[in-house]
């Protein structure tokens, strides 16, 4: 066996250095920045106390043992923080508990603020000269923000907080710790000195923050997304948050594409942007033309005093031609290393046509179903962000030019009109035109791309280590399956199978005796993308999110963070990590922003495929979600979204696009929503005549959990995995049991609306990725071992030990006289639930300690809290609190988490509510 080593601390400072890449500085007036040595500097907000790592639900449940905030970091990078001012932020805590909220997408945006008196503030201002405010928000699975105080704008609180501080003191720096952007009025009415978006970094981040406030980093972030002066100036904001059907009017005008074209008026800061302590100057150097491409190089010189680093972007200007187009494309950005002042860097960016080509899908330009260059003046603009390109170099395309042919896919069915621009008196207004709608037969479809089938042999010793070393085809293997053996192959199990990692979010491949039998090893998924979600309470390392991550610009800096995480994963022996997330931000109130990296596809797509290439380089993968149209989390399981095949196309399927092409993705999930009244894990066109037949993947696909299923024209149902097997989704995710489902499969097949050769197809797909996995590793004995130095030690009861599992019929009751309650700690056990529903737990205790003690205890259900409680001293007798929980999981993980010692637990009761 051959060993890998994980180095925590080399883990920490690739995570601190991409946060403080991706840190972006809007303002920085007056020298505020960075900060001044031998000074005291001043922090407000109680969000320096309880630093937002990520947003909240499955992307946000990494359990780690600390997190380090924005004061944590200053402070370790030896910044003199007024500790007079930080010890009333301690007291004031304290007596007004920071709320968690009641359990999974429960968690409030914000946190009531700490009431700044003018008296507290002019005399810390006496000592400090430089005062920091940090605000903080978070949203997320389920959870979209509002367009309210507290939410996208600031709350009373927070307001005077900005208020009184900028009164008393002469630098004020405002951070924002937030998954996505917000209101940025406050700019305009506090004239703040310096504005940083800091995101949510992880549990290093206020490591990065620091580095970027002190110097130590000059920050070199751009803006993943336009920052407009309103909300309602987003094109998509009259449509966002419907609960039935989400049209997307604005079609391929999203973000930059919208505000660039129609209302450049609108813009606060512009796509791209973002400031840098030194400056710099770009010049083109050369620029060569080819048939399909163009190899642009720019030379970038540091004009300033400081080192720093920045970003080249390349954007697209087409011809508006019959289809009309966006004012300009992001097609190509890099960034430089870090350059001395003074020092030149020439930096050379290929841009592929393919990805400035527009799909027609009218027939407007002669060519139905194509990617064309439409014949007319190409410009590729080169700056430093969307607004600020001004030098560009030209060609032209005498005659449009077919790039790709295709069919239909995907089309809308329902009427409705789109938005496209029209030139009139100097500039685009925008208009809207009727939508294409499909003129597809889908059964049709589905019944010519059902291949061969392989005829059955029964059972001949095969395994699947055999088709790996050679001795047999995968074809040979898959004719030995039953009926019965590829209904469970279609299946996984979850969440938190025993028969993987525990606490992961599903098992798939060997779910049932007989697959297992026939050598078929059980990969795992954990869900991510910001890090291990372990619900059995196992610490892991929470990674900066996916919109500071695009900010960075970085892709090798991305690529090598990544790798760190492909080793942790395989530490674990976890195989595929579901993220990166690929959705586009559409709306700013979108829940789940902060997974996502940005509205722009060109951007998503390439900081997606640098994090595949940094997993893959560890033999483990990412799952690329949620496919597709995912772009709001209000009724995201029932939601329909209406968008034309064009905007699918060009915006809302171009990241996994590339994902897929530069990125090598051989795992996607589907989402939960419906696209044009089909819901994506029955969604042929989505997962067989677009992702296989054109963009040629070779991977496998799953669904979400506990996805919808319909078929065109019929109801939603579940259980109905023949449709899902037809549209080629491999994977329903998840059921209790791998072995024992209540589904469809075998009816279908009996009655002929499934075909053997379709659920063959499946488990091909299935089996060749797992073929190319440590599971299969370990199988075949060839596994290697990764051991992690430099981790400081967790302190916690169960950390790494085996979960007990509990057999939950009606009710258990656990003795737990010999659990281990001291500050700090945790216990965890699993329950096997028999009949899933809402469940009350009972817990009962003592304590010996007075009767003013304090000894909070909370209590998690898959990660999320249900329950807090608050024993005094009970003179030895005992004391029952309760709490209940939705056991929606065959297999549910509870955690039971001691915040302070002293409490003597005698049981735990669980029983059906």
């Known amino acids: 066996m051959s060993k890998k080593i994980l180095d925590w601390n080399k883990y920490i400072e690739k995570s601190a250095e991409t946060v403080s890449e991706g840190i972006v500085m809007l303002k920085n007036d007056n020298n505020a920045l960075p900060l001044p040595t031998n000074e005291e500097i001043a922090v407000f907000g109680r969000i320096q106390l309880h630093y937002y790592k990520s947003g909240t639900g499955s992307g946000g449940l990494v359990n780690v043992s600390r997190v380090i905030g924005v004061t944590d970091g200053l402070i370790e990078r030896g910044v003199n923080v007024c500790s007079e001012l930080l010890d009333v932020y301690k007291k004031w805590d304290e007596e007004n508990p920071f709320d968690i909220g009641a359990g999974w997408g429960q968690e409030p945006w914000s946190q009531v603020e700490m009431p700044v008196e003018d008296s507290l503030a002019e005399k810390i201002s006496e000592k400090c000269s430089t005062a920091i405010a940090v605000i903080g928000r978070t949203a997320g699975e389920e959870q979209d923000s509002s367009n309210v105080k507290g939410a996208y704008l600031l709350s009373d609180g927070e307001e005077q907080m900005l208020e009184t501080v900028r009164k008393h003191f002469k630098k004020l720096i405002v951070l924002l710790n937030v998954g996505s952007i917000i209101d940025m009025s406050f700019v305009t009415k506090y004239s703040p000195d310096a504005v940083l978006y800091i995101w949510q970094g992880g549990m290093v981040g206020g490591l990065g923050t620091a580095d970027v406030l002190t110097g130590k980093v000059n920050p070199s972030g751009k803006m993943p997304d336009t920052i407009a002066y309103s909300v309602s100036d987003y094109p998509s904001d009259k449509y966002f948050g419907d609960t039935v059907r989400n049209f997307y009017a604005e079609d391929i005008y999203v973000g930059y594409r919208y505000f660039e074209t129609f209302a450049p008026e609108k813009v606060m800061y512009p796509f791209g942007f973002g400031l840098s302590y030194t400056t710099f100057e770009t010049k083109l150097v050369s620029s060569e033309i080819s048939s399909d491409s163009a190899k642009i190089t720019v030379s970038v010189k540091n004009t300033g005093k400081t080192a720093g680093k920045e970003v080249v972007q390349v954007y697209a200007s087409a011809p508006q031609g019959k289809l009309g187009k966006p004012a300009k494309v992001l097609c190509g950005y890099e960034k430089t290393k870090l350059l001395a002042p ?232 976890v195989d595929c990590l579901l993220g990166p997330g690929m959705n586009i931000h559409r709306h700013p109130l979108n829940g789940r922003n902060f997974e996502y990296f940005s509205e722009d596809p060109f951007l998503s797509g390439t900081s997606a495929a640098a994090e595949l290439i940094g997993l893959h380089s560890e033999g483990v993968t990412g799952t690329i979600k949620h496919f597709c149209g995912n772009n709001q989390e209000t009724n995201r399981h029932n939601i329909d979204s209406v968008v034309s095949e064009r905007a699918l196309r060009e915006i809302y399927l171009k990241g996994f696009e590339l994902a897929v092409r530069d990125g090598n993705a051989d795992s996607i999930m589907t989402s939960y929503n419906a696209v044009n009244g089909i819901w994506s894990a029955g969604n042929l066109d989505l997962n067989t005549t677009v992702l296989r037949d054109e963009w040629n993947f070779k991977g496998f696909v799953m669904t979400d959990w506990w996805a919808n299923i319909n078929e065109r024209g019929k109801a939603v149902d579940k259980t109905n995995f023949a449709a899902m097997a037809r549209a080629q989704n491999d994977i329903y995710m998840v059921c209790a049991d791998g072995g024992n489902n209540d589904d469809n499969t075998l009816e279908a097949l009996k009655d002929g609306t499934l075909t053997r050769a379709e659920l063959q197809r499946n488990a091909a797909n299935v089996f060749r990725f797992l073929l190319g996995t440590h599971a299969m590793d370990r199988i075949c004995g060839t596994e290697t071992e990764v051991e992690i130095i430099n981790r400081p030690d967790e302190n916690t009861s169960e950390e790494g030990g085996e979960v007990t599992f509990y057999k939950l019929d009606g009710s258990v009751e656990i003795d737990c006289t010999d659990v281990c309650t001291n500050r700090g700690t945790d216990f965890i056990f699993a329950l096997d639930v028999s009949d899933l529903g809402l469940y009350r737990i009972t817990l009962t205790g003592s304590s010996e300690l007075s009767e003013l003690a304090q000894i909070p205890v909370t209590v998690f259900s898959m990660g999320s809290p249900c329950g807090t409680f608050t024993w005094n001293g009970t003179g030895g007798k005992p004391v029952s609190f309760e709490c209940s929980t939705n056991c929606f999981s065959r297999f549910t993980t509870l955690r039971v988490y001691f915040a302070q010692s002293g409490l003597k637990l005698h049981s735990i009761k669980i029983e059906k509510a």
């Open 342 to 573: 003074s020092e030149e860097q020439e930096v050379t960016i290929n841009v592929n046509f393919y990805d400035i080509s527009s799909y027609d899908d009218s027939g407007a330009s002669g060519h139905r179903f194509c990617y064309v260059l439409e014949n007319g003046e190409y410009k590729l603009y080169i700056g430093t962000d969307v607004r600020s390109c001004t030098e560009y170099v030209s060609f032209d395309i005498p005659e449009t030019r077919v790039l790709a042919q295709h069919s239909q896919a995907m089309a809308p069915v329902m009427p409705f009109k789109r938005m496209k621009p029209v030139y009139e008196n100097g500039k685009f207004r925008a208009e809207l035109e009727d939508t294409p709608l499909s003129e597809i037969n889908e059964a049709a479809r589905r019944l010519n791309k059902i291949p061969e089938e392989i005829p059955f042999t029964g059972d001949r010793g095969i395994k699947l280590a055999d088709v790996r070393n050679g001795k047999n085809t995968l074809t040979e293997f898959i004719a030995q399956m039953t009926d019965y053996d590829l209904s469970c192959i279609i299946r996984g199990e979850g969440m938190g199978s025993p028969r993987v990692t525990a606490g992961t979010a599903s098992a798939f491949g060997g779910v049932s005796d007989s697959l297992a039998k026939l050598g078929i090893p059980c990969g795992c998924c954990s869900d991510g993308p910001s890090g291990m979600r372990l619900d059995c309470g196992t610490k892991a390392f929470s990674l900066p999110n996916g919109t500071l991550i695009a900010s960075t610009f970085n892709k090798p800096l991305i690529t090598e963070l990544f790798a760190f995480m492909g080793r942790e994963m395989s530490a674990n022996k």
